[in-house]
C-alpha cells in the first residue's frame, strides 16, 4: 500500500495496479488524497462513514486520512492518483463516487509513465498540471450508502443487507425497532439523511453491481436483490445508471 507513512515527494503520483476477484485490502489510510479509477470490474470502498461501490469507468476520491478498505468484484484494473492535498485550494475535501471524464481518463492513463522528476514547462509537467485542474471539476455520483452511528439501527442495516431480496418494508422496520413508522423515517432521516426506500435502493443498486461486475447474469442479479423480473430490475439500473446493464456490462448475459 503506497503512501500509508511516507509523504508524496511531488504534488501527484500515477500507479496502475491489477486485482483478481475477491482481494480485500484490509483497512488503512494515506497520508494524500487518492483517486481510485477502475478500468474494469467493481470495487466496493468500505468506511466508518458508510460504502461506496465504483463501478467500471468511475472513479472515487479519498481523501487524505480517511481510514478504508478495498473488496474487489470481477478482474479489476486500477489507475490511481495519489495527490498532495494542497496541491489545489479546492480539491473535494469528502469521499464520493465521481464521473471521470474521457480528458481525465486519457491523462490519467498518460500520467502512469510521467516520472516524479518534471523540468518546469516540459510536456510532463504539463500533463500533470493539467490533471490537478481536471480534479476540480470532479463530479459526483450518487453510488452511496451510509452507515447509521446508533447501534440498534447499524445491526438493524446490517441485518438487512444479509437478506437482501427480502420485499423489506417501513412497517418491517418499525416492527423490528419497536418504535412507529414515523420514527423510522425521522431517525433514517437524522442518521442517514435519506428515506429507508433510499438507502435500501442504495444498498441493492450496490449489490447489483458487484454481482454482475463478478459476472452473474441479469436474471440471477434481479433475483438476488429481491426483483421479481430481470425488465424491472433493468429499468431501475438505467434510471439510475443512464442504461440497461447490457450496455454497462456488454459481456453479460440474461
Known amino acids: 500500500m503506497q503512501f500509508t507513512d511516507q509523504m508524496l515527494s511531488n504534488n501527484l503520483v500515477a500507479y496502475a495496479k491489477d486485482y483478481p476477484h475477491g482481494t480485500v485490502e484490509a483497512e488503512h489510510s494515506h497520508r494524500c488524497a487518492q483517486l481510485l479509477h477502475s478500468l474494469s470490474g467493481v470495487i466496493r470502498i468500505e468506511t466508518a462513514q458508510g460504502s461506496w461501490v465504483i463501478p467500471p469507468s468511475k472513479g472515487m476520491w479519498i481523501p487524505a486520512g480517511v481510514p478504508h478498505s478495498l473488496h474487489i468484484s470481477g478482474a479489476v484494473k486500477v489507475r490511481t492518483l495519489f495527490v498532495d492535498p494542497l496541491a489545489r485550494a479546492d480539491l473535494p475535501n469528502r469521499c464520493t463516487v465521481v464521473d471521470i471524464s474521457l480528458l481525465l481518463k486519457a491523462l490519467i492513463v498518460e500520467a502512469i509513465n510521467v516520472p516524479l522528476e518534471r523540468p ?10 493539467l490533471i490537478l485542474d481536471e480534479l476540480r471539476r470532479l463530479k459526483g455520483l450518487s453510488f452511496y450508502a451510509p452507515t447509521p452511528t446508533s447501534a440498534d439501527l447499524k445491526q438493524l442495516c446490517h441485518d438487512i443487507s444479509q437478506r437482501i431480496a427480502h420485499p423489506w418494508t417501513t412497517a ?12 423510522v423515517l425521522r431517525r433514517f432521516q437524522q442518521e442517514l439523511g435519506m428515506t429507508f426506500s433510499e ?19 441479469v436474471l440471477d442479479t434481479a433475483l438476488a436483490i429481491g426483483y421479481e423480473s430481470p425488465s ?11 442504461v440497461s446493464p447490457r450496455d454497462y456490462f456488454p459481456s453479460l448475459s440474461y
Open 120 to 129: 518546469i514547462g516540459s510536456r510532463d509537467e504539463r500533463i500533470i498540471e
Open 172 to 183: 418491517d422496520i418499525a416492527g423490528w425497532l419497536n418504535v412507529s413508522e414515523r420514527t
Open 199 to 217: 438507502w435500501l435502493r442504495q444498498k441493492r443498486l450496490q449489490y447489483a453491481l458487484e454481482s454482475l461486475g463478478m459476472g452473474h447474469s
Open 232 to 242: 424491472a430490475f433493468s429499468a431501475m439500473f438505467k434510471s439510475r445508471l443512464g
